[in-house]
């Protein structure tokens, strides 16, 4: 079934993107923004997102479609475009908790909101996993067409 793109998925797309041309800073100096700015298109937790045109250049200077070719396999209904986003979401939902539990042992003590964070983040990583399975548990085999000359 044809659709678009989640926010989550374009925010994750924007991270993979932004890491391929160096990370914030370099992406910053290429689109005239600050690293900060930056770092907001890429946040899940910031509803801002990259415009159109800074995600052209990035994607121009890392050689590479990774927000636009998710998007367009997305639409046309690609498996291997679900797979791909489905995996992309997962990766960032792990660095995410990842972030929380170095957050909460970063100073060796653990107090209840800190707790809390690393629990909510591996929440959200567990459900990622489980979309992540079942679009794993669609996939068919693709057919491949020959030209005959």
Do not use: C, Y
Not at 35 to 49: E, F, I, L
Not at 69 to 80: E, H, L, N, T, V
């Amino acid at each position: 079934m044809s659709r678009a793109l989640s926010l989550e998925e374009v925010k994750a797309l924007t991270h993979q993107l932004v890491a391929a041309v160096g990370g914030v800073i370099p992406a910053g100096i290429m689109l005239s923004v600050s690293h900060q700015r930056v770092s907001q298109w890429q946040n899940a937790n910031h509803p801002d997102v990259m415009p159109f045109m800074g995600i052209l250049t990035l994607q121009a200077a890392a050689q590479t479609d990774i927000v636009t070719g998710a998007a367009s396999r997305a639409i046309k209904d690609d498996p291997q475009g679900d797979i791909l986003g489905a995996m992309v979401e997962t990766m960032n939902r792990a660095s995410e908790a990842l972030a929380a539990t170095h957050e909460m042992e970063a100073d060796g003590h653990r107090d209840a909101g800190e707790i809390h964070e690393v629990r909510a983040a591996f929440a959200a990583l567990k459900k990622q996993v489980d979309r992540a399975h079942d679009v794993a548990n669609g996939l068919t085999p693709t057919r491949h067409l020959r030209v005959v000359g």
